[in-house]
Each structure stands twice: as structure tokens, then as C-alpha cells.
């Protein structure tokens, strides 16, 4: 499905009234669970990346049902992931 084409009440239909999506390449999840919620996130998503493809899977793991496939989004994600590693590598996370 296409960001676009993505509905608050597409997302009830499905059961899944409340969601968490990314918004950026970075570990925030956003909790959706209004129409209004829904539209913040698209309109950010879409400004950085376009008009994406999403993987929607209402009976994955609540982090996991809707996912982002867009090979820039994915990059920039990888990218962030790498250099939060490397940070945690130099000054210790735990």
C-alpha cells in the first residue's frame, strides 16, 4: 500500500486502531491513533521520502506492523543504526 492510499479507518478495519510508525530514521516510534495522528506522520514521512510503500501486517508484533519499503528510507535507517552503534561502541550504553 502506498502512504497516500493510507486511511485512519483502513487502519480500524483491520484492527488495528492503535499503531506506532516511524516517522524518521531514527528509533522513535510515533503512537497513531487518530485521523489526525495518521496525517502528522504521513505528512512528515512524505516530505523526507515521497510517497512510500508500507507493509502493513496486523497480526505482526506492535513495532512491527506497519513497516516502511523504501530503499532510501531503509539507507538513511541502516545509516542511523550504524553511527548509534559507533556512539554506543565509544562512550558505552547500557
Known amino acids: 500500500m502506498k502512504l497516500s492510499e493510507l486511511t485512519y479507518e483502513y487502519l ?19 503512537q497513531v491513533s487518530s485521523a489526525e495522528a495518521l496525517d502528522l506522520v504521513k505528512q512528515e514521512l512524505s516530505a523526507k521520502y515521497g510517497d512510500v510503500d508500507l507493509i502493513i501486517n496486523p497480526k505482526a508484533a506492535w513495532f512491527d506492523q ?3 519499503d523504501d530503499e532510501k528510507w531503509q539507507a538513511d535507517y541502516e ?16
Open 66 to 68: 506497519i513497516k516502511i
Open 12 to 30: 480500524q478495519s483491520v484492527g488495528m486502531s492503535t499503531v506506532y510508525m516511524h516517522y524518521d530514521c531514527e528509533d522513535a516510534l510515533r
Open 79 to 94: 545509516s542511523f543504526c550504524k553511527k548509534k552503534a559507533a556512539w554506543c561502541a565509544q562512550y558505552g550504553c547500557d
